[in-house]
Structure formats: C-alpha cells, structure tokens
C-alpha cells in the first residue's frame, strides 16, 4: 500500500507508513489510541502574600496602640495627682494671702483704737473698712459662701501688751461658714491638704496640720483692772 504523503510502498495490511507514521487504513486503526488525553495540569501560582501582609501589619497597629494606651494611663496615673495637689496648694496660697490681708486690716484696727482688738462678735464689719473687698473674707476652696474665717473668741477686745506670745496666739483662722464667726478650736475647718491656715497676732500666717491647732495659744490672760483697754466700735 502506497503512502499518500511519502509514496513509500508499505505492505497492504500496513495501518500506518512505516516511513512517516500517518495512518494507512482508517477502518483497522485502533481508535483508542485517539482519545483525547487529560491537559497536563498547569502549576498554581504561589498564594499571594497580600493577606499575610496585612495581617502582620494589623497586629502591629493593634500592638502600638495598646502600648500608647498603657503608656498614657501610666503617665497620667503620675501626673493627675500632681495636678491635684497643684491645685490645691494653689487654693491654701491664696488662702493665706486672704488671712494674711485680714490680720493686717485687724492691726491697723487696732492702732486706730488704742492697740485694742476688735469685738469677736463684729470683728469682721469692724475690719471691713480696711480690706474694702469682700471676697477676702471667703476662701477660695469655699467660693460663694458669706464668710469662712472665724476669731479667736480669746482675743476678742483685748490689748496688745495682754499678749505674752503674739506669735504663738491665734487670732484668725480656717472656719465655719458665717459672718462675723468667732469661737475655738471647734470651729476648724481643715481644708486645705489635711490642715487649716492660721493667722496669728503678731501678723503671720501660717499651714497648720490638723491636730496640731492645740499646740498653739487659744486663751490670753486679761490686763490688769482699770487698764482702760477698751474697744472700739
């Protein structure tokens, strides 16, 4: 059998050319041999690493921002109390600074009136024409109140040589509130960093630590009778 393509002479039952293989004889070929044949399986590309990417840059936001989270609540664990105290010393300064103008206006009261304290029971109406500001009789740690100093009731119309001690004697100091208050040790109020402020006779201020108020003078012994200490209005 003569191949169509090459014109080799195969043999007549050849299904195939011996010479370039093409199929002779399509009725005895074997059609088996040409079924189609599953396509080789290309490779997969890699899995991207896109999502692994994010994942870890996620973890590291989160990461960061717990961190700054415990850092911020650390330093203000620190600096809120110091804020605090801040202001409160700030409020026992300006305190002080209101005492300190009213025992001032109190001694000039008494060189007016013969070295001779004000009446505990006026003592602040009668001192009124020489701080001329109201607000100076409140404590700024108790803003809107009428008053918030009281007088040693022991000082009430005494004169100045009946003083053994002035510094150590009390005069005017952290109250109750109310106008013209007066009484003893009773009567404190600590409220500024666990004391009161005290001003004393002969003009100084000062913190004192709560219980510690009885250290200090509270009575005064009287002047003599027919010393003529009197008052004034």
Not at 135 to 159: I, L, R
Not at 180 to 198: V, Y
Request: glycine share 10%.
């Amino acid at each position: 059998m003569q191949c169509p393509n090459c014109r080799f002479e195969n043999a007549e039952d050849a299904q195939r050319c011996s010479r370039c293989g093409i199929v002779l004889n399509l009725r005895d070929v074997d059609l088996s041999d040409l079924q189609p044949q599953e396509p080789e399986a290309r490779p997969q590309p890699p899995p991207s690493k896109k999502g692994w990417s994010c994942g870890i840059i996620g973890c590291v936001v989160v990461a960061v921002l717990l961190i700054g989270m415990f850092v911020i609540s650390m330093v203000a664990a620190v600096v809120f109390p110091v804020f605090s105290r801040a202001r409160e010393k700030a409020g026992q300064t300006s305190c002080m600074a209101n005492l300190k103008q009213l025992q001032l206006g109190t001694l000039m009261y008494m060189q007016d009136y013969h070295e001779v304290m004000p009446s505990a029971a006026n003592w602040c109406d009668a001192t009124m024409p020489y701080i001329k500001n109201s607000a100076v009789f409140v404590c700024p740690e108790a803003s809107g109140a009428a008053g918030t100093y009281a007088m040693n009731d022991a000082v009430s119309g005494q004169k100045m040589s009946a003083f053994a001690s002035p510094a150590q004697t009390v005069c005017l100091f952290d109250s109750a509130t109310g106008w013209n208050m007066h009484g003893g040790p009773s009567l404190i109020e600590n409220r500024h960093n666990g004391g009161a402020n005290f001003a004393f006779v002969d003009g100084h201020v000062k913190w004192v630590a709560s219980g510690s108020a009885s250290s200090y003078t509270w009575s005064v012994t009287p002047p003599p009778a027919g010393s003529g200490a009197t008052g004034g209005p």
